[in-house]
């Protein structure tokens, strides 16, 4: 065997395509970029991710056969990850991580497949993988085939942060019947273990300060997360962690000492969107307007409490009813602009609706009104560019706003 870089005879075809790899990356390694184009610098960056997709793809393949052959033995080594790790100075976790993926790979052959093709990143092989071994053992093999499809054709659209999350829901799209059922199943688990573990501890240091740490469900931390982003921003006092604990501050102090009885502890702004039958008891999941998911059985108990803005919706999701506080009108369109967008609608932005802005997208100027369907929600920074001269707007299907520089 080789590892000058020149192929031999006696080559096995791995290393002889690991030894023409290594004489490539040799050849560009000092290679200036300056003198690319934009147009090429745009190609070489994509398949540049591609190659190294690829090449990753091999490394896992390798992985597998170095666990299944237990290549750390020789070395005393506990395990071939740990073998890996120390020869590599990877960290053991990173090497267990990845010998992990290695492995369910092996088990799912066409994600595995599409990787080595370069069709789907690292990060979204893992997304589709573990959203496939998630599922409940009583799934039939048909359905897991049928779920794992779904997910890579996805992956050809979305990142693997949208991945997983389509993933947790993967069995509302490929068995409904059985979809709605374990979900509320798990996620009732879910929310008693995190009321089991709910913790709150507070320490005073003696010199002015309180020191705590605590320990919530899900849908109360996106209750508390929003009310201080609320706080921090109409005071200016930005959401970094100061900014964020002057806001926690001022949200106990503000907090109105005789509502404390019946008050209930739920933020007022909260938006929790559930179907009419999931309301009359169904096992359909509701939803905050953070995305949080949350059984049928908390959504019907937050609906029936003070300070939560139900949205109800019908059986193709239009919206039946939104509850609002007292009579303001505008901000029951903007609710269910947020239920509906879920946030910046520019292509790319992630930013929550609590951070956006509502779009006119007809201009009010030019006759648009002030509508549901004339609306949108953009981040201040997209919502500069939608008015901006230099930019032009591109309206996409479900709603997407992308922005192009003019000439």
Known sequence: MTSTGHR????????????????ELDAIEHAPAWFLSDADARQALLRTTRVAVRVAAAELKLAAHADRNDLGAESGATSAAVWWAIETRMTQREAARKMKLAKALEQQDQVSEA?????????????????????????????????RDYLLEAAKHYDSKAL??????????????????????????????AEQAARLTMHD????????????????ADMLRKALHAIANAKGHGLDPHGMGVAFGEYVRGYPAD???????????????????????????????????????????????????PVVLGGK??????????????????????????????????????WCHAHHLIPWSQGGSTSVENGALLCPRHHALAHHHDYAVTHHPEGRISFTRRE
Not at 164 to 191: M, S, T
Request: with cysteine; charged share 25%; glycine share 10%.
């Open 8 to 23: 031999t005879d006696r080559d096995h075809p791995i290393l002889a395509a690991l030894s023409a790899i290594e004489v």
């Open 115 to 147: 990787l080595a093709a370069g069709d789907v990143l690292v990060d979204q092989a893992q997304a589709v993988t573990e959203s496939v071994d998630r599922l409940p053992d009583t799934v039939l093999p048909e359905v897991r085939t049928q779920a």
């Open 164 to 193: 997983r999350l389509q993933g947790r829901r993967i069995l509302d799209v490929v068995a409904p019947e059985v979809g709605e059922a374990e979900e509320a199943k798990q996620l009732e688990a879910e929310e008693r273990k």
């Open 205 to 220: 240091d003696g010199h002015g300060q309180t020191h705590g740490r605590f320990t919530l469900g899900t849908a109360e």
């Open 259 to 309: 509502k404390l009885p019946t008050a209930g502890g739920v933020n007022a702004t909260v938006v929790v969107t559930m179907t009419l039958e999931t309301l009359l008891g169904g096992l359909k999941a509701a939803q905050l307007d953070t995305g949080t998911m949350i059984s049928p059985g908390l959504a019907r108990k937050l609906a029936c409490g003070a300070g939560v803005i």
């Open 317 to 354: 999701s239009e919206v039946l009813d939104v509850g609002r506080k007292r009579r303001f009108h505008t901000k029951a369109q903007r609710i269910a602009m947020a239920v509906r967008d879920k946030g910046c609608v520019a292509m790319g932005c992630e930013r929550p609706g609590s």
